[in-house]
């Protein structure tokens, strides 16, 4: 299986930043496409960003201009980094990556426990 772990999520006030890291590990075979989707009260997950291992990426609208993904392929690694945060960004944000654990192994989505960001206004 491969873990995904969050960090850097907290409070910061409206104009703020926020960097969130996700480290994969586990038994990794490859990665394909890496992502940060978010989740606010009462709301479905959606996607904020993903990029893909030769650094193409893809925005929800809501974040373009102000988040930037980005990702270290050696390390198993993906950053969020979260700028002019607006209190509409406050959400729990996932890591996923799609990987497989073995040569003869499918791609498989993998999700991370989530990290809070809350933005006060």
């Known amino acids: 299986q491969v873990q995904l772990v969050e960090s850097g999520g907290g409070l910061v006030q409206a104009g703020g930043s926020l960097r969130l890291s996700c480290a994969a590990s586990g038994s990794i075979f490859s990665i394909n496409a890496m992502g940060w989707y978010c989740q606010a009260p009462g709301k479905q997950r959606e996607l904020v960003a993903t990029?893909?291992?030769?650094?193409?990426?893809n925005y929800a609208d809501s974040v373009k201009g102000r988040f930037t993904i980005s990702r270290d392929n050696a390390k198993n690694m993906v950053y969020l980094s979260m700028n002019s945060l607006k209190p509409e960004d406050t959400a729990v944000y996932f890591c996923?990556?799609?990987?497989?654990?073995?040569?003869?192994?499918?791609?498989?989505?993998?999700w991370g426990q989530g990290t809070q960001v809350t933005v006060s206004s």
């Open positions: 990029i893909t291992p030769s650094g193409n990426t």
């Open positions: 996923n990556a799609i990987a497989r654990t073995n040569y003869g192994s499918p791609y498989q989505s993998f």
